[in-house]
């Protein structure tokens, strides 16, 4: 927050105009976690100037208009307390001062500094259009327009501030403060750890089945499944220290995620360690709603490598109907087996989703989404070859200040392009169903840690198959903490 009276006030000796103090800085402009709230339309601006140049125009050849403007020299001194009062005192002579630059800073200075920020802005525009070169109007607007939300503009305005020669001594590095304090919103790194426990009924995957059909000579013959290879139930526990670095430009926003995460259980052949990293741009690709993001994903069993998957995928928006927005999506993922290499694959998605808002008092929203794939064999010896498939997936969330509660549901089909293998069901292509359901629960828990939130998730999978080695089920309950610093 810059306090820049005294500055301002010399300020207009130098430029032969008038202003005051600059107002204070928004604390809510900070957040950009949400990230898009600063991405104003210029065009705005430039509407209200075309508006306001108007009504100049028209005033201009109006008597009252040409009446003279009573000094206004007692503002300049206006102190803390004293913008209310100056305000008014103003607004009584407004019809003499139509054509005054300075009476237009004035106003619009104890407009800012009493809380009436779109009249503010009206205002000190009509300075600046009276008098382009009007410095201490150019603070204040400046100011005015970081409380509004548009933040690039204001730096925008700050740096034709920079570029002044005329300055007076100590305004100049005040004046970079405030741009690097400004710049400063457009970077933000968060953290976040994360410390769970639960209970899954299925900690190594296993198929649902205690018994493998293998045909031979066209006749079944059933096999007992090695206890190894069989569900094991017991208790674990989730770890994850994540980073998000994100940056805001005119018109679009960058995001660089980076997290790890492990799990550990009484069965330590399941224990897995996850390594993953994405980026990802909004906007300003193809359309100024689009969402590219490349991402890199690592799995670990024991210290081996299990499996690492590269994607790159983009999502634009196509319409909007009422409460309800509709994207397009694609996305190309190449997978990687680092212990069966001819399971390598190249997996293409492509869809559409809807998102619906349901207008409360809190937020909520649905979501429905559907698409096709393709999982192209790297390896031409791969069982059932290529595969086809489909999707579809439908989502629930309320939002409020303390709590988020979601549900969100994903249903995949697919189907191997040959036969499997000559000894499971007789060389059948293989067919896959998986249904899965992730409810979560948070709420915040700032009154002990700032940051600090409770989480509780609970999430069930099954799956299908024509080939009983397929078949798995596994339910999963886990309550922690999560910690965003």
Not at 6 to 30: N, V
Not at 32 to 37: A, D, N, Q, R, Y
Not at 301 to 323: H, M, P, Q, V
């Amino acid at each position: 927050m810059l306090h820049l009276t005294t500055i301002i006030l010399t300020f207009r000796t130098k430029l032969t105009t008038s202003h005051s103090q600059a107002a204070k800085s928004a604390s809510s402009c900070a957040d950009i976690g949400g990230g898009t709230s600063f991405l104003r339309d210029k065009s705005l601006i430039q509407m209200h100037q075309f508006k306001l140049a108007t009504i100049l125009l028209l005033v201009g050849i109006s008597p009252v208009a040409h009446g003279l403007c009573p000094p206004l020299g007692s503002f300049h001194s206006a102190d803390e307390g004293a913008w209310e009062s100056a305000r008014q005192s103003l607004a009584e002579i407004f019809d003499q001062c139509l054509l005054s630059s300075e009476y237009f800073s004035l106003l619009g200075a104890a407009q800012l500094n009493t809380g009436q920020l779109a009249d503010a802005l009206e205002s000190l525009e009509r300075s600046l259009l009276l008098n382009p070169d009007n410095g201490a109007a150019l603070i204040d607007y400046s100011e005015a327009l970081l409380q509004d939300g548009q933040l690039f503009a204001a730096i925008e305005v700050n740096q034709l501030l920079l570029e002044r020669p005329d300055a007076p001594p100590g305004l100049e590095q005040r004046l970079k403060n405030r741009q690097r304090e400004w710049q400063a919103l457009t970077r933000q790194t968060d953290w976040q750890l994360d410390l769970l426990g639960g209970y899954d009924s299925n900690l190594n995957g296993a198929p649902d089945t205690e018994t493998v059909a293998l045909t031979l000579s066209g006749e079944p013959i059933f096999l007992a499944l090695n206890e190894n290879y069989q569900a094991i139930k017991g208790p674990f526990i989730n770890a994850r220290i994540a980073a998000t670095h994100s940056r805001l430009g005119p018109e679009y926003q960058d995001t660089l995620f980076g997290q790890i995460r492990g799990r550990l259980s009484d069965d330590s052949s399941s224990d897995v360690t996850q390594f993953a990293a994405r980026y990802t741009r909004r906007g300003s690709l193809l359309s100024a709603s689009g969402q590219a993001s490349a991402g890199l994903n690592h799995l670990a069993f024991l210290g081996n490598s299990l499996f690492t998957g590269a994607d790159a995928s983009y999502r634009g928006k196509l319409a909007t109907i009422g409460r309800c927005s509709t994207n397009l999506n694609a996305a190309l993922q190449q997978q990687l087996w680092h212990q069966q290499r001819k399971l390598d694959g190249l997996e293409m998605q492509a869809g559409a989703q809807a998102a619906c808002s349901l207008g409360s008092a809190t937020s909520q929203e649905l979501t429905f989404g559907a698409g096709l794939l393709h999982n192209l064999a790297l390896k031409e010896n791969r069982l059932g070859g290529d595969r086809d498939g489909w999707q579809i997936s439908a989502g629930w969330r309320l939002a409020s200040s303390q709590r988020y509660i979601s549900a969100q549901f994903n249903f995949t089909s697919s189907l191997d392009g040959r036969g499997f293998s000559p000894l499971l069901e007789n060389n059948a292509r293989r067919r896959v169903a998986r249904g899965s359901i992730l409810v979560q629960y948070r709420e915040t828990l700032n009154y002990l840690v700032q940051g600090l939130e409770l989480v509780a998730n609970i999430y069930h999978q099954d799956q299908k198959s024509n080939i009983s080695l397929f078949d798995t089920n596994d339910s999963s309950v886990e309550i922690g903490l999560s910690w965003r610093f």
